[in-house]
Nanobody, 130 residues
Framework: QVQLMESGGGSVQAGGSLTLSCVVSEYTYSRNCMAWFRQAPGNEREKVATIDGGSLYKWYNLSIISIKGRFIISRDNAKNTLYLRMYNLKPEDTAMYYC????????????????????WGQGTQVTVSA
């Protein structure tokens, strides 16, 4: 079964930056949708961003208004790795961040924004202090 391993979380002050990484154990997922989610204490898990296999379709959850322009999702299929670059971090970004993927390959990359993700990593904690 595919395994996902996140890294790169940590504690930073507001205004700082972090880059999260997620390594996928199987190369066959290079064509599949991938996503970052986050969950803050007491809150439900929310989707942050998604990306298709060819990196042509990137979607950001702009209902999380504060992430606009500050978070960038990308992937390197040669390294089986998904990234989330986060800039100008705010205390409200404090959460456990999870990467996710699925075994099915979508017919089009735009579908990744509403895809059902079935494989998850263990998460990496991001803590931003004021």
């Amino acid at each position: 079964q595919v395994q996902l391993m996140e890294s790169g979380g940590g504690s930073v002050q507001a205004g700082g930056s972090l880059t999260l990484s997620c390594v996928v154990s199987e190369y066959t997922y290079s064509r599949n949708c991938m996503a970052w989610f986050r969950q803050a204490p007491g809150n439900e898990r929310e989707k942050v961003a998604t990306i298709d296999g060819g990196s042509l379709y990137k979607w950001y959850n702009l209902s999380i208004i504060s992430i606009k322009g500050r978070f960038i999702i990308s992937r390197d299929n040669a390294k089986n790795t998904l990234y989330l670059r986060m800039y100008n971090l705010k205390p409200e970004d404090t959460a456990m961040y999870y990467c996710a993927t699925d075994s099915r390959t979508p017919s089009g990359g735009a579908a990744c924004r509403s895809w059902t993700y079935t494989y998850w990593g263990q998460g990496t904690q991001v803590t931003v202090s004021a």
